[in-house]
């Protein structure tokens, strides 16, 4: 196995987590840190392994949507490819991509009973364990080998702040730059996110402190980052991240020129753009709180009656995974 100092850092998270801000911290090491930006959403979405059925269909707009993305031929395996390619340039790697785009979504077919994706099988060994069977039913579509390679990391925000900002980029007059036409609410991803993490504990690519021994053993132990923590206190949770993943820190990473170095984000348009227009993360000066009546009606007015419940259904659905993962979250 690589050290783990050297493995490619994999930020896991979910839509709407404040990652692309949290990406951009790490884009100003452009020296020493090769940024990959979502990456495995490319064969989610648009390639013959696809799982999502948001572009799926042989019908003109499915092929049509699949073929203007310029990623229709990605395979989880090209993506692999891509990422290895990457690690040749003597900077360490750091990818932020979803959970979910690991794990079949619960419209597809292997929802119950996941399976390794046609490109990655040759890479699996012995139920993709290595030398060594695995006893855990892997529930992603990578073989256990390949999740291995990775250092990961999470990064977890309330629903009810997250939810709603997806849905926003999925309905006028957002949607009609960022190409997702309507709110699906199985993309929310913290199910994903949740299923990811006990596999990768129960495996023990991650660890607890408590239970971490031996050299090196920080560099397996579990890193949750909770967005709200990231956004008032950005410097003592980053400076924390780097010290879990095995990098320098620097107060420089925390300021940026706006718009700069952004053209991988380009892919998703509209999802990005309050990251892209930002200049560096600063503790916010007022946190606002709201009761759930005064979010709901927000939501009323923004959106109507209608969607305002299926924003807080959704939101009330994956506030269990949430609350599960922000338990292992790194305190400040």
Not at 56 to 83: P, Q
């Amino acid at each position: 196995m690589v050290p783990s100092e050297e493995r490619p850092i994999f930020l896991a998270t979910h839509p709407r987590s404040c990652s692309t801000a949290f990406e951009r911290v790490f884009m100003t090491r452009d020296k020493d840190i090769f940024c990959i930006h979502e990456p495995f959403g490319d064969a989610f979405y648009y390639g013959p392994e696809r799982l999502s059925s948001r572009y799926e269909g042989d019908h003109n707009d499915a092929i049509g949507n699949r073929e203007k993305s310029g990623f229709h031929e990605s395979t989880y395996n090209s993506v692999l490819e891509d990422i290895e390619r990457s690690g040749k340039e003597e900077k360490r790697v750091f990818i932020k991509d979803m959970a979910c785009y690991l794990i079949p979504p619960s419209d597809h077919s292997t929802f119950e009973n996941p399976v390794l994706v046609p490109s990655v099988t040759p890479l699996a060994a012995y139920n993709g364990n290595g030398t060594h069977p695995s006893t855990i039913k892997n529930p992603t579509i990578l073989p256990l080998s390949v999740l291995k390679r990775f250092q990961f990391a999470f990064l977890i925000r309330n629903p009810r702040k997250a939810v709603p900002s997806y849905y926003r980029c999925c309905v006028p007059p957002l949607n009609e730059m960022t190409g997702f036409k309507y709110f699906m609410p199985n993309e929310a991803g913290y199910r994903e996110l949740r299923v990811l993490f006990e596999y990768l504990l129960e495996e023990g690519v991650i660890r607890h402190p408590s239970s971490s021994r031996g050299e090196n053993s920080v560099y397996k132990n579990v890193c949750v980052i909770d967005a709200d923590d990231l956004l008032d206190n950005p410097k003592v949770v980053v400076e924390k991240f780097c010290a879990m993943t095995g990098l320098d820190f620097d107060a420089k990473m925390l300021e940026w020129g706006a718009h700069e170095g952004c053209g991988n984000f380009d892919k998703w348009k509209g999802f990005h753009e309050d990251a892209i227009g930002s200049s560096g993360l600063q503790p916010r000066t007022k946190k606002k709180t709201k009761t759930r009546e005064e979010e709901i009606q927000e939501w009323v007015d923004k959106y109507g009656e209608e969607a305002a419940g299926v924003i807080d259904r959704t939101a009330d659905e994956n506030m269990e995974d949430y609350e599960f993962l922000r338990q292992f979250r790194v305190i400040v």
